[in-house]
T-cell receptor
Framework: NAGVTQTPKFQVLKTGQSMTLQCAQD?????MSWYRQDPGMGLRLIHY???????DQGEVPNGYNVSRSTTEDFPLRLLSAAPSQTSVYFC?????????????FGSGTRLTVV | SQELEQSPQSLIVQEGKNLTINCTSS?????LYWYKQKYGEGLIFLMM?????EEKSHEKITAKLDEKKQQSSLHITASQPSHAGTYLC?????????????FGQGTTLQVKP
């Protein structure tokens, strides 16, 4: 039971570099989301998806792109990394048919932009 | 997020004491989630509340939803060091389940032995 898998766990980028944070789930969940977590600010929603081919912006979408070509994968792209994007990133998945089991979160990716 | 405000932001209690964390929404609630996070780790789902007046318990943690006040409270009875961590509330504001879950800023709890 892998659940939600995020890779890499740690990453250091230079300003202006691009990279993709990977997120995969094996629970056949329709919903997937990306959050960033900064000290004192809780979790802020970046982008979310309710199914393959459907994505929408969250609270802090600028500087990030997403796509959802399959149910299982929801990659997050940083096109030109900035120091302000230094954060811990979490991916989550859920299903509208899941009842009271909530969203399942990955273990996070700690990103530092220098 | 300003849509969800948690109070207090941090809390230090003596082991064995009771405590309450509040989560207030500026919008109508259609589902309220409580999560716990240990430092440097991912989020662990505690419980979800959907109906006004609903109350759920898990071990020594009880959560209630006051739909009229658009507020939820998380109460820990006889706190233990294992309860230490950050507690986050998340809310689904759209009618039905839109897949969009917004979180409060979190409440950090320390339990002194």
């Amino acid at each position: 039971n892998a659940g939600v898998t995020q890779t890499p766990k740690f990453q250091v980028l230079k300003t202006g570099q691009s990279m993709t944070l990977q997120c995969a789930q094996d629970m056949n969940h329709e919903y997937m989301s990306w959050y960033r977590q900064d000290p004192g600010m809780g979790l802020r929603l970046i982008h979310y998806s309710v199914g393959a081919g459907i994505t929408d912006q969250g609270e802090v979408p600028n500087g990030y792109n997403v796509s959802r070509s399959t149910t299982e994968d929801f990659p997050l792209r940083l096109l030109s990394a900035a120091p302000s994007q230094t954060s811990v990133y979490f991916c989550a998945s859920s299903s509208p048919y899941r009842g009271n089991y909530g969203y399942t979160f990955g273990s996070g990716t700690r990103l530092t932009v220098v | 997020s300003q849509e969800l405000e948690q109070s207090p932001q941090s809390l230090i209690v003596q082991e064995g004491k009771n405590l309450t964390i509040n989560c207030t929404s500026s919008k109508t609630l259609y589902g309220l989630y409580w999560y716990k996070q240990k430092y440097g780790e991912g989020l662990i789902f505690l419980m979800m509340l959907q109906k006004g007046g609903e109350e759920k318990s898990h071990e020594k943690i009880t959560a209630k939803l006051d739909e009229k006040k658009q507020q939820s409270s998380l109460h820990i009875t006889a706190s233990q060091p294992s309860h230490a961590g950050t507690y986050l509330c998340g809310a689904a504001h759209g009618s039905g389940n839109t897949g969009k879950l917004i979180f409060g800023q979190g409440t950090t709890l320390q339990v002194k032995p």
